[in-house]
């Protein structure tokens, strides 16, 4: 039986006064549950509650107060322009948001005051009750409210605990935003229920990990590359017992660069928002550069292939994945077999001994950039929207550091390369924009008129 989701919480124990730093900003646990406690009175019986998910101590206790009240959470980038964050707050159906700071918002605004003090004693929600509603993009069209359920929170911190003997000794070190999977449910959600420390740098750069002193990193490929290219701060993460990579495939020389410098294999992990984490090389078992581990506790794995061949679909069932696509039955419906296991778009292959290979994904129309995930379509609608662009294609190309970069092709009069780099970063997400953009005569297309994005020319 998994216990509730917010357990060790509660539990007393831990007085240390930083438990949780964010971005140099320290809170007790105490403090953070007095703070939650005052936010969970504030917004109890709300249907849905957004969260300006500022890397701040506030997003923490926003948080953690709406898993106390059992209001359904949903993370905003704190950088998202107008059409991202209303269609985030428009699609949730959330009636408040959470801030630490003063913005203008479509909803009434709540502000999040780390002095407040308010216990609270209600008993956890049901274990089957939505903990989050995470926006994550498809191929094409905005991005869709995934339901994440308390009890797939809480089973897969627990199989990420067993897999990576995370306790509450260790002190977690990571600078991920706290929006998504990786920084919030399992870098905030993480300590918490395992009652580890948590050191929030802010932002993740190396020489920030370096000065933490931790005992478990996180980061995203981009993050482990930015490492190894500064050795000094590398050399300081030798006395750190576990360097987990996820989000995006980790370089096969960034692995072993990791090791030479720091004498220790790094951690890879897979997984998505849908599913949360369902693969993982082990604390105490082999690290291969190129491989993700075996499943997680209660996680099922198969590969899709055709006849004959190794490598196809991963798909998946298990305790960890998600209620299905808010509002939208036809895209849950569609990221399913008959059967009843998670399609994840990703192609892989599963070695003899277990260990799976991720090999890519089915479509190219699905980009990571910098552990981003961004769809090609929602970047295309956000150009067409500027009265300049005619026609739109947008690829992930190769990149050294970000893994792929975003590359637009666009048929456009009269507007430059920075103007509609600007325009992409306002309306969406700072990280969606394109970090090049190319000018055509027309797009390429096929005899029926669709265009051919394989026909583009190199970015
Ligand atoms: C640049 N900037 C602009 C701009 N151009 N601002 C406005 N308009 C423009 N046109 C500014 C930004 O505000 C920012 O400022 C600065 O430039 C850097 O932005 P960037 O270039 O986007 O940052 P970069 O260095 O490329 O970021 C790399 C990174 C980041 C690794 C730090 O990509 C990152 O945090 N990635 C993590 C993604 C992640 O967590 N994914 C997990 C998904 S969950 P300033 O001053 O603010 O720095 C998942 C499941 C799983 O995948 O398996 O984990
Ligand atoms: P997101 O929904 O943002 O969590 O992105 C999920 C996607 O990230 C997956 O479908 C994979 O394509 C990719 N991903 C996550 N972890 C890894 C990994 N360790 N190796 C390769 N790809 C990964």
Known sequence: MTAPLLTSLAAPGDDRPDALSVGGRALAREELLGAAGAVAARIAGAPVVAVR????????????GALLAGVPVVPVPPDSGPAERDHI???????LLLTGEAVDAPVETVPVDLTERAAWTKPEPDPESTAFILYTSGTTGAPKGALISRRAVAADLDGLAAAW???AEDTLVHGLPLFHVHG??????????????????????PAAYAAAGGSLYFGVPT????VVQDPDSARALASARLLVSGSAPLPAPVFRELERLTGQRPIERYGMTESLITLSTRADGERRPGYVGSPLSGIRTRIAAEEGAEIGELQLTGPTLFDGYLNRPEATAGSYTGDGWFRTGDIAAIDPDGFHRIVGRASTDMIKSGGYRIGAGEVENALLDHPAVREAAVVGAPHEDLGQEIVAYVVADGIGERDLIDFVAAQLSVHKRPRKVRFLEALPRNAMGKPQKKLLPPA
């Open 53 to 64: 998910a500022t890397a701040t101590p506030e997003t923490v206790v926003a948080v953690v």
């Open 165 to 167: 003997a995370w306790t």
């Open 89 to 95: 707050l428009r699609d949730s159906g959330a009636t």
């Open 184 to 205: 919030l449910v399992l870098g905030v959600l993480g300590p918490l229920r395992t009652g580890s420390r948590l050191v929030h740098t802010g932002k993740p750069t």
């Open 223 to 226: 993050v482990w590359n930015r």
